[in-house]
């Protein structure tokens, strides 16, 4: 199944990217840009737990579509930011060159701009027209909201004022909660929206969303100091380098794994509460258990 969520959203980034590229002759080289950093793969968790949560709720996988490409779109941009010699500074995303490397820094900078609007487009104008406009416009609204200075913006600030600082704990949950969680909550409620639940199972989902944002985060703290740089696809150790305090240096190796262990126990639980069996979910979680081990 991840497979085939993970395939049916690459087809449809290339599709739109495609489509909508077209006759923008002068603008061509953003479109090559946007698209460099959107297209080259990766896991795409955000696209397939949007896609697995609307199949819990009965949602046809073509309704969520452009929900699930606008995820990943918006993941570009903050990977193209992210990456930026400003921010994190680094020249390899994905075993491949990052952005600014193969466009250049301006370049880089507009194409993570333009791909803001672009995923909000995409939900407005590819969500069939059975899903109700309030829907979309809760949705869009959400997505917007992420994407600002109260979601990825505000976490990426955070992370910047932080470097070669002691934070404290709350301090580090705060910029993992909104740089790494805001994505994976958005994700989640977009299938859940979409399938219109009502607001109790929102409540439960959302409590779902933030464990696993921040799961998420633990785990990439470890692989950082336990892989290589060919094994991440990016440079290997760069957090300490960068002298950014993680869940790996506030709590240690062991700990930081006891942590990500104990979260994806909480989310298991809330799935068994609500009597949803996930084999999608299961396998997500035995992926990133592979790669830290025990």
Request: hydrophobic letters at 40%.
């Amino acid at each position: 199944m991840i497979e085939n969520y993970k395939n049916t959203v690459e087809k449809a980034l290339k599709d739109y990217f495609l489509e909508y590229s077209k006759n923008s002759s002068y603008s061509s080289l953003i479109w090559e840009s946007m698209s460099y950093t959107t297209l080259l793969g990766g896991k795409r968790l955000r696209a397939i737990m949007c896609f697995e949560v609307g199949r819990i709720f009965k949602v046809k996988i073509e309704d969520l579509i452009p929900c699930a490409c606008a995820l990943e779109v918006m993941h570009a941009y903050s990977l193209i930011h992210d990456d930026l010699p400003c921010m994190d500074n680094d020249d390899l995303r994905r075993q491949k060159p990052t952005n600014h490397k193969v466009f250049g820094e301006a370049i880089a900078l507009l194409a993570g701009d333009a791909l803001i609007p672009f995923g909000a487009q995409l939900i407005i104008e590819k969500t069939p027209e059975k899903i109700s406009k309030t829907t979309i416009l809760d949705i869009v609204n959400d997505y917007l909201i992420c994407a600002g200075a109260k979601g990825i913006v505000a976490g990426q600030v955070a992370d910047i004022e932080a470097e070669g600082k002691k934070i404290d704990i709350d301090n580090l949950k705060y910029i993992h909660k909104y740089k790494t969680g805001a994505l994976f909550k958005l994700a989640i409620l977009m299938g859940a929206k979409i399938a219109a639940v009502e607001s109790k199972i929102i409540d439960k989902l959302t409590v779902f969303a933030d464990n696993f944002g921040v799961l998420f985060q633990v785990y990439d703290d470890i692989i950082d100091c336990t892989l290589t740089t060919e094994e991440l696809g990016k440079t290997a150790n760069k957090d300490e380098s960068s002298k950014k305090m993680t869940y790996v240096s506030a709590y240690g190796l062991e700990e930081a794994k006891n942590i990500f262990y104990s979260l994806v126990d909480k989310n298991r639980a809330i799935l068994k509460q609500m009597n949803i069996e996930s084999k999608v979910f299961d396998d997500i979680y035995n992926m990133l258990i592979k790669k830290i081990g025990v």
